[in-house]
């Protein structure tokens, strides 16, 4: 290998660098393509009749998304570690006349592997949340099965259980809305009573107070009296009259 400070040492930096993101493309591709491929077959396998079997299975598809995860991710060391050196190459004395295209070189394969590095952690992202929400389905898939599997004798009770409960919880709602009515209508009574009382006792503090206004009172009672009775006394004279008239 040429020695630090040479150009050739440039290059074959560049070309492991380049040979090193070639294959972290195709390996992105092929990573991509899984976890499309695992979705997809989770998605599939919801309509599917228990004698049909995917071509590869989601253990399959979960020990190859291991081993590409593992291999990408030293690809990545490997691009960074040549990455480290080319900067290192940019600083090395006899290369100020070249450092701008180098600079320039240098920050183009960094672009690259911070694409590489994003697009790796993104799609190992959105596999991990697939499988974490299937696995969640999965589970509560298989435990309606469960259920709907039980017996017939224990769900007819449970049925029955849920009716008769559902059933004294209306009983108790209605009781405990009469009792309710009960309450309100007595504090209803209650303060009417109270209202009654008050004003009769202010009359009767009134009538003690000014005892004019009493006798007053009671002459005004005395002469309606009166004047009913002689009212009444004329109506029953002239209604003998009118019988004796109409008999002759």
């Keep these: 290998m040429a020695g630090i400070?040479?150009?050739?040492?440039?290059?074959?930096?560049?070309?492991?660098?380049?040979?090193?993101?070639?294959?972290?493309?195709?390996?992105?591709?092929?990573?991509?393509?899984?976890?499309?491929?695992?979705?997809?077959?989770?998605?599939?396998?919801?309509?599917?009749t228990s004698d049909t079997t995917p071509l590869l299975n989601n253990s399959t598809q979960d020990r190859m998304f291991d081993t590409m995860s593992v291999e990408l991710e030293q690809l990545l060391?490997?691009?960074?570690?040549?990455?480290?050196?080319?900067?290192?190459y940019t600083n090395t004395p006899g290369t100020a006349?070249?450092?701008?295209?180098?600079?320039?070189?240098?920050q183009r394969h960094r672009d690259i592997l911070q694409d590489y590095t994003q697009e790796f952690h993104k799609t190992k992202g959105n596999f991990l949340a697939i499988r974490e929400r299937e696995d969640l389905l999965g589970s509560v898939r298989k435990d309606i099965e469960t259920y709907k599997s039980g017996s017939g004798v224990n769900n007819r009770r449970t049925e029955l259980f849920l009716k008769e409960h559902e059933h004294l919880r209306n009983s108790e709602r209605l009781v405990d809305d009469t009792i309710s009515i009960a309450m309100a209508t007595k504090e209803n009574m209650t303060s009417?009573?109270?209202?009654?009382?008050?004003?009769?006792?202010?009359?009767?503090?009134?009538?003690?107070?000014?005892?004019?206004?009493?006798?007053?009172?009671?002459?005004?009672?005395l002469r309606k009296r009166r004047d009913s009775l002689i009212l009444g006394s004329v109506i029953g004279v002239c209604t003998i009259i009118l019988l004796l008239y109409a008999l002759h």
């Design 5 to 48: 400070g040479s150009s050739g040492y440039w290059e074959d930096l560049r070309k492991q660098a380049r040979q090193l993101e070639n294959e972290l493309d195709l390996k992105l591709v092929s990573f991509s393509k899984l976890c499309t491929s695992y979705s997809s077959s989770r998605d599939g396998r919801r309509g599917e």
């Design 77 to 88: 060391a490997k691009l960074t570690a040549v990455n480290d050196k080319m900067a290192e």
């Design 97 to 106: 006349s070249l450092n701008a295209a180098l600079m320039h070189t240098l």
């Design 192 to 221: 009417q009573r109270g209202v009654l009382k008050s004003i009769q006792s202010k009359v009767n503090t009134l009538a003690n107070r000014f005892p004019t206004i009493n006798n007053l009172i009671q002459r005004v009672n």
